[in-house]
């Protein structure tokens, strides 16, 4: 094509522009304008149509084509092909793909089969303390810490053995009053009343109850008796063996009854917490075997059993906590050590689909069926909880079915991008596609661009480009470049 309009360049002076060349352009621009809006329009109609059916849900079409506009779609460019007709029951998102352009973009498939498999759980979990095994200490009465024996965290400590002595006047105040019931008790021993001796041995073992209330040992009230005078200081004692947790005591200090002076705790026997993800949480039970490995060797594989499974799910992690019990009489075991906690399950005969088969768009999910002749089709399916590599096939898809595990997101494209034009080629005026040739011209094609509206072809100038404003160039310009390509 010959460009018969030029302009010049050059920054030297302007040639001359002669009226009726200026005349010319302001006559042939408005007859341009209309037919480039139009075009315009038609390409965002386009696009939108497009995107909508983009946006679809694969399993379904916006409009079932009729057997012409499918026909049409071979005469459209870059949308035909040379394969066989599509097999029967394929559906209308159904694209073929030649066998070089599978090779090519790496198209690849599986069967869909029976297989057992083994509901497997693997996860990592925390050895922690048993909380059923701690303590915390608080004096009864009020005092001050007059000495202090476990003075370090982490200390281990005997049933019986003494944490630190407190004065509190309460507690002197209260050994007198025992061993004035005592004397009591003991002048009047012989005395024929009975009332008497009744009232004796009441006093005495109120003042015994009180300072029990006051957690002062029997063995310590029977050193009283024997010293026969109040002791300054009482001893807290450990309820039972184990390690200082935490230590709020210190010497000298003030402490009263809601202060907690220690924290023990008793490592004869340690839990192991594991965290499973939601949707493997309905496949465990109380009573359910785990095996217990320990990754630093600080002991062989044991087993053990749930013994308890969390109500709650954590926030953080959005996972379902569980715990087993350990027996740590050797202390071996650490707490907060990382540990692998493996929960074996049934094997079972399951009809299953590979996970990479599976497209997730969140509201549902399916798999492109890899069909007879080259063809593809998007298929939905239901699936149940992930079991390793597979996941457990509901509904959509049947033993013998073949399904795209790879290269899937490339044929679904081709696959909305097939239902798109068809839709397209429907529902706009003037684009029926059926069995036409897009070759023909405008005045030979039914439906052709000439239907449709800013697109008439038939009025003068409407998009004529043999308008010949002038027979040779303009001052200062190249001139006609007839022999550059392309122009």
Same mark, same amino acid.
């Given at each position: ?28 621009? +408005? ?11 038609? $390409? ?32 459209? +460019? ?11 029951? @394929? ?7 030649? +066998? @070089? ?74 050994? !007198? ?6 004397? !009591? ?44 005078? +109040? ?166 898809? !049947? ?50 661009? $000439? ?37």
């Amino acid at each position: 094509m010959t460009n018969e309009i030029s302009t010049s360049t050059s920054p030297t002076t302007p040639s001359a522009m002669p009226p009726e060349f200026g005349a010319a352009i302001l006559q042939h621009q +408005p007859s341009r304008r209309a037919p480039i809006i139009a075009v315009a329009l038609v $390409a965002g109609g386009v696009g939108v149509l497009a995107g909508m059916q983009l946006r679809g849900s694969p399993g379904s079409s916006t409009a079932s084509p009729s057997a012409g506009s499918a026909a049409g779609m071979a005469g459209m +460019p870059g949308m035909s092909h040379d394969g066989p007709p599509a097999p029967p029951g @394929a559906g209308s998102q159904a694209v073929y793909i030649s +066998p @070089a352009r599978q090779q090519l973009v790496g198209v690849r498939s599986a069967l869909i089969a029976r297989q057992k498999v083994e509901g497997t759980v693997r996860t990592v979990g925390m050895l922690a303390y048993d909380e059923t095994r701690t303590a915390q200490i608080h004096t009864r009465v009020s005092g001050w810490v007059e000495q202090l024996y476990v003075d370090y965290v982490g200390k281990p400590v005997r049933q019986g053995q003494a944490l630190f002595a407190v004065y509190s006047p309460d507690l002197a105040t209260a050994q !007198a009053d025992y061993l004035v019931a005592l004397h !009591a008790r003991q002048k009047i021993a012989d005395n024929a009343n009975a009332d008497l001796r009744a009232g004796a041995d009441a006093l005495l073992q109120a003042s015994r109850d009180r300072m029990r209330r006051w957690n002062v040992s029997d063995a310590q009230i029977d050193e009283l008796e024997k010293a026969g005078s +109040p002791t300054r200081t009482v001893a807290i004692t450990s309820p039972f063996d184990g390690v200082v947790l935490e230590k709020d005591a210190f010497a000298g200090q003030y402490v009263t009854p809601e202060m907690t002076s220690f924290k023990l705790a008793d490592l004869s026997a340690v839990w192991a917490v594991g965290q499973v993800f939601e949707y493997e949480a309905a496949r465990l039970h109380v009573g359910d075997k785990v095996e217990v490995e320990f990754p630093y060797g600080q002991a062989a594989r044991r087993e053990a059993k749930i013994e308890f499974i969390y109500p709650d799910v954590d926030p953080a992690t959005r996972r379902l906590r569980f715990r087993v019990s350990l027996d740590n009489r050797d202390r071996k075991l650490k707490p907060d050590t990382y540990v692998n906690l493996i929960w074996h399950g049934e094997s079972t005969d399951r009809l299953v689909i590979p996970k990479e088969a599976v497209i997730d768009t969140g509201p549902r999910k399916y798999t492109l069926l890899a069909l007879a002749d080259g063809y593809f089709a998007p298929r939905d399916v239901q699936v149940g909880p992930a079991v390793g590599e597979f996941y457990p096939i509901i509904s959509g898809v !049947a033993e013998g079915d073949r399904v795209v595990t790879s290269a899937q997101f490339l044929v679904d494209s081709e696959t909305n991008l097939m239902a798109a034009m068809q839709a397209m080629s429907m529902s706009m005026p003037g684009m029926d596609m059926g069995g036409k040739d897009m070759g023909k011209p405008a005045s030979q094609a039914s439906g052709s661009a $000439a239907a449709m509206p800013g697109m008439d072809m038939s009025k003068p100038g409407s998009m004529d480009h043999t308008h010949q404003l002038h027979t040779g160039p303009a001052a200062g310009s190249a001139g006609p470049m007839p022999n550059m390509p392309g122009m």
